[in-house]
């Protein structure tokens, strides 16, 4: 048996999987992993918009799966359908149960773009702005100055506190309305 990977309509990976397993009987497996962050409660997608389906390669039909409601295709390459080694999905199956275990993905307040100010470790004290998350792991990354210029570092989100505009890197006033057209101040 292998592992096929199959995108899905983003939002209806529970309605694709439920189709492939009454309408052609295979077994699907979607990772879901419990989200803790602000708006986003219970479990989600772990990939979004993708699913696993069980069967035997050689009874594999990629246009009955593809036909199913929910399914947008099977991912292939060259025309050949992906296959993920059952030892693969059954080490995401492990580790997704464990990030579960531990209450799910960790949380943070901060969105791309918001200020930020590190709280712990060598560079506490320090102001930078908050790039994202990098891994379902426990880091992000956010854009500080130091040394001179902007670098890109990962931290955990736990040594992270919201401030105003950070120091040392200033905001441009906007000089166009869009599309080129200059703001002109009346003097």
Not at 40 to 46: K, N
Not at 111 to 139: C, H, I, N, S
Request: proline share 9%.
């Amino acid at each position: 048996m292998a592992f096929f990977v199959v995108q899905t309509k983003t939002g209806s990976e529970v309605l694709a999987a439920a189709m492939l397993e009454q309408h052609l009987g295979l077994a699907t497996y979607l990772p879901e992993v419990t989200q803790r962050r602000r708006r986003a409660g219970g479990r989600q997608p772990l990939f979004p918009g993708y699913l696993f389906v069980e069967s035997e390669p050689a009874s594999f039909v990629r246009s009955a799966v593809d036909g199913q409601p929910g399914v947008v295709r099977t991912v292939a390459v060259d025309h050949v359908p992906c296959r993920v080694e059952a030892a693969v999905v059954e080490a995401l199956r492990a580790r997704v149960a464990a990030v579960n275990a531990q209450g799910g993905l960790p949380a943070h307040p901060f969105k791309p773009g918001d200020a930020v100010r590190l709280t712990q470790g060598p560079l506490a004290g320090l102001e930078a702005v908050f790039v994202g998350p990098t891994t379902p792991a426990e880091r992000v990354e956010v854009l500080l100055r130091f040394l001179g210029r902007q670098q890109v570092t990962r931290v955990a989100p736990e040594e992270l506190e919201a401030v105003g505009n950070p120091v040392g890197i200033e905001e441009r006033p906007r000089r166009t309305r869009g599309r080129g057209r200059p703001i002109r101040v009346q003097s």
